[in-house]
């Protein structure tokens, strides 16, 4: 049974940062592209980041860029997204999901095969 549980998500000033980390079990996590998506309420998931199995291409939002970083360890079978210089528009639910296969659009949530439950981040102004 695969599973993508993310931690690292909480309440923190605007500037601030955080670390989220995206466990995986039940999946060879070292051919999986990784991507993090994130929902604000009321609003469309939106995606922020994905990194490529190996680590050789990373890809960000316009929203995020310069400003988070997306990596991973895969002899730990985990996946990370530091955030720095929090603004209060990125206050959401943040979720991970693997994917086996590259696609062109990889920025839509509909090519990914597993997600995790996501973890809310709540940025003060």
């Known amino acids: 049974q695969v599973q993508l549980v993310e931690s690292g998500g909480g309440l923190v000033q605007a500037g601030g940062s955080l670390r989220l980390s995206c466990a995986t079990s039940?999946?060879?996590?070292?051919?999986?592209?990784m991507g993090w998506f994130r929902q604000a309420p009321g609003k469309e998931r939106e995606f922020v980041a994905r990194i490529s199995p190996a680590s050789h291409t990373t890809y960000y939002a316009d929203s995020v860029k310069g400003r988070f970083t997306i990596s991973r360890d895969n002899a730990k079978n985990t996946g990370y997204l530091q955030m720095n210089s929090l603004k209060f528009e990125d206050t959401a639910v943040y979720s991970c999901?693997?994917?086996?296969?590259?696609?062109?659009?990889?920025?839509?949530?509909?090519?990914?095969?597993?997600w995790g439950q996501g973890t809310q981040v709540t940025v003060s102004s």
């Open positions: 039940g999946l060879l996590f070292s051919t999986y592209a």
């Open positions: 999901a693997a994917t086996p296969r590259y696609y062109s659009d990889y920025d839509q949530p509909r090519r990914y095969d597993y």
